[in-house]
């Protein structure tokens, strides 16, 4: 879902507002986190009216959700590659091309250092940000399944935890660094097939 898709009647919106109230809210998400994100604060970043504002969206809640799934919205399982290897390859491709112009790796770090204290943040962040990751990964785990790459009584819960988790750490403790991320999905994957090939 791209923000503004949805609208009622009347005057067109303007792509221009919407992209600046994303812009001006990302910014202000990756420097002050949530806590420090106010309407007014993007609004005075965007230079949009306070009306134009909250015509979009009505609350603080509702335009971090906007965003989050804007910037996330082509976040979905490959085409089928032919293999387990070249599936996750292209999920994770798709994840790392993308992270630079929406700052995900400073983004995520940030957003978890608030997410287990703020319980409207973790929603958003599960529904937005988590979730469809999870869902791309289910889908390419359960293709290898009906391959036979992978055993049919495959965790897949597990997997995209083991799978993912890495990942999320290493961009933890290397401050949102891609460079060191980008060359870890295929060993990964390697380190844990052991455990998935059917026996």
Known sequence: MSVGAARTPGRPRSAEADLA????ALEL???????????????????????TLY?????????????????????????????????????????LDNAPSTRFGTLMPRLLAEVAHIPELQEIFYDALVQPRRDALEAILRRAIERGEIRADTDVELTIDVLAGPM???LIITGGDL?????????????????????
């Open 179 to 199: 460079e060191q991320v980008a060359t870890m999905p295929a060993r990964v994957l390697e380190l844990v097939m052991d455990g998935l090939r059917p026996r």
């Open 55 to 95: 015509r979009r969206h009505g609350s603080k809640e509702q335009l971090v959700r906007a965003v989050v799934e804007h910037l996330h919205q082509d976040l979905s399982a490959p085409e089928d590659t032919g293999s387990l290897a070249g599936d996750f390859e292209a999920v994770a491709r798709a994840a």
């Open 29 to 51: 998400l990756v420097t002050e986190g949530y806590r420090g994100l106010t309407m007014e604060k993007v609004r005075e970043r965007s230079g949009v009216g306070k009306a």
């Open 168 to 170: 999320i750490y290493k």
């Open 21 to 24: 109230i994303v812009r001006a």
